[in-house]
């Protein structure tokens, strides 16, 4: 499978089910997953998992919908209230962060599917950088944006995919209170070239930055 779409969430990790998410995103895999219907900034698994896509829910006010789960590590969101769907015998209007999440899928298999080589951090960047802003997200400390296809999937379009980072404390690798440290970013510019980039670092509750 070249995109792994999970509409269910719980509070407790599995290190069989994250080993599993683990070895399939090492074999070129992108793995979503819903980030649940708490109202919460609680992690909810799969989707707390770092090599998954967590997905929020929006509503028709272009909002985090009231249920949905969200924080930091939400990465993504898509409409998930009042979505048209097929039910045992029928179809039915649902709503839920588990009916959100096919819609990122589906983004991601586009996605895949103009550039079967994208990775999960690629793609993820594609999504998010190819976002509409969330008219609520940064009250609720969720720094994300609603999907927008025909953004993201454009070929032309300079993307800064962001591979992972590390601590340097210029000292014993141990990062103590007070210290002065280093946070490296590895990052890889994608599509088009981009003659400037800016990078700001925003404060997300319960985190405070000096």
């Given at each position: 499978?070249?995109?792994?779409?999970?509409?269910?969430?719980?509070p407790?990790?599995?290190?069989?089910?994250?080993?599993?998410?683990?070895?399939?995103?090492?074999?070129?895999?992108?793995?979503?997953?819903?980030?649940?219907?708490?109202a919460?900034?609680?992690?909810?698994?799969?989707?707390?998992?770092?090599?998954?896509?967590?997905?929020?829910?929006?509503?028709?006010?272009?909002?985090?919908?009231?249920?949905?789960?969200?924080?930091?590590?939400?990465?993504?969101?898509?409409?998930?209230?009042?979505?048209?769907?097929?039910?045992?015998?029928?179809?039915?209007?649902?709503s839920?962060?588990?009916?959100?999440?096919?819609?990122?899928?589906?983004?991601?298999?586009?996605l895949?599917?103009?550039?079967?080589?994208m990775?999960?951090?690629?793609?993820?960047?594609?999504i998010?950088?190819?976002?509409?802003?969330?008219?609520?997200?940064?009250?609720?400390?969720?720094?994300?944006?609603?999907?927008?296809?025909?953004?993201?999937?454009?070929?032309?379009?300079?993307?800064?995919?962001?591979?992972?980072?590390?601590?340097?404390?210029?000292?014993?690798?141990?990062?103590?209170?007070?210290?002065?440290?280093?946070?490296?970013?590895?990052?890889?510019?994608?599509?088009?070239?981009?003659?400037?980039?800016?990078?700001?670092?925003?404060?997300?509750?319960?985190?405070?930055?000096?």
């Amino acid at each position: 499978a070249d995109v792994i779409s999970m509409s269910f969430a719980g509070p407790s990790e599995s290190s069989i089910e994250r080993d599993i998410i683990d070895y399939a995103v090492s074999q070129g895999a992108v793995v979503v997953a819903a980030a649940g219907n708490s109202a919460s900034t609680n992690l909810t698994y799969p989707a707390a998992y770092p090599n998954v896509i967590a997905v929020a829910a929006t509503n028709i006010e272009n909002e985090i919908a009231s249920f949905s789960n969200r924080g930091w590590w939400v990465q993504a969101a898509a409409p998930g209230v009042d979505i048209f769907s097929t039910y045992v015998n029928g179809y039915v209007f649902s709503s839920g962060t588990a009916m959100a999440t096919p819609l990122v899928a589906g983004l991601a298999a586009m996605l895949k599917g103009s550039d079967p080589s994208m990775n999960q951090a690629e793609v993820l960047a594609r999504i998010q950088q190819g976002a509409r802003p969330i008219a609520n997200a940064y009250t609720l400390n969720t720094p994300v944006g609603q999907i927008d296809a025909w953004r993201s999937v454009l070929p032309d379009r300079p993307v800064v995919a962001f591979n992972g980072l590390y601590v340097d404390d210029l000292d014993d690798g141990r990062l103590s209170g007070g210290e002065t440290a280093n946070i490296v970013l590895n990052m890889e510019l994608l599509g088009a070239g981009a003659d400037d980039i800016s990078l700001r670092l925003i404060p997300i509750y319960p985190y405070e930055w000096e």
